[in-house]
């Protein structure tokens, strides 16, 4: 296992105080040092969409020491810099905008500014939709086999006023997993000379 693999995997045990905590602290101590940046997103829907990206910009990041951790929900981002920041290594992050005020005070409690952490307007799910189009993103479901169930979705009475665009963002978010699988389709869709500002920040950032 990789490195930056074990340390993601240790980190997310240490933070969450489950079982092993502590042999798990043991790890992030001994491989942090070979960790360039610790980039804290909310969940592997996140996660997925910048390794993607990294991977069409031609950039490994493990080989890099960045090593990409999902937190399992933004709340948990005060355990994780608790953990983190008296440790020396470069933290960047993602944040959704409604939670970005929690972020900052979280930020604040463990001495750190915000250099390094990008802001979704509202989600990422939406700055995607934004700069793909509807019928490019539909066309990315049609591609996955999916376009068939996302029309039964959008003739439920409860998503008929809605716009296509919020009709998609719950789509994706309507089954467990889809986000993490679409995240990544949709960013091979992209033309890399137009991605989501905070995505590629963060990129360019780590």
């Not at 092993?20 to 992030?28: H, I, P, S």
């Amino acid at each position: 296992m990789h490195d930056m693999t074990r340390l993601r995997d240790a980190i997310v045990v240490c933070a969450a105080g489950r079982d092993g905590a502590d042999a798990a602290g043991e790890v992030v101590r001994e491989l942090v040092g070979a960790a360039r940046t610790i980039v804290l997103v909310e969940g592997v829907s996140d996660a997925a969409a910048l390794l993607n990206l990294s991977r069409r910009r031609g950039r490994d990041l493990d080989a890099e020491g960045i090593c990409v951790v999902p937190m399992g929900g933004a709340t948990s981002i005060g355990r994780y810099l608790e953990l983190l920041s008296p440790l020396g290594v470069g933290i960047a992050g993602l944040s959704d905008r409604k939670e970005w005020d929690f972020y900052v005070r979280a930020l604040e409690r463990a001495g750190l500014g915000t250099d390094g952490f990008f802001v979704c307007d509202p989600d990422l799910e939406y700055e995607l939709i934004r700069v793909l189009g509807v019928d490019r993103v539909e066309q990315v479901i049609e591609e996955q086999g999916d376009l068939p169930t996302l029309r039964i979705f959008q003739r439920q009475p409860a998503q008929r006023p809605r716009s296509v665009e919020h009709q998609l963002h719950r789509w994706f978010g309507s089954i467990g997993g889809r986000k993490e699988r679409y995240a990544g389709a949709l960013v091979d869709a992209l033309d890399l000379a137009n991605v989501p500002r905070p995505l590629d920040e963060l990129l360019a950032y780590a």
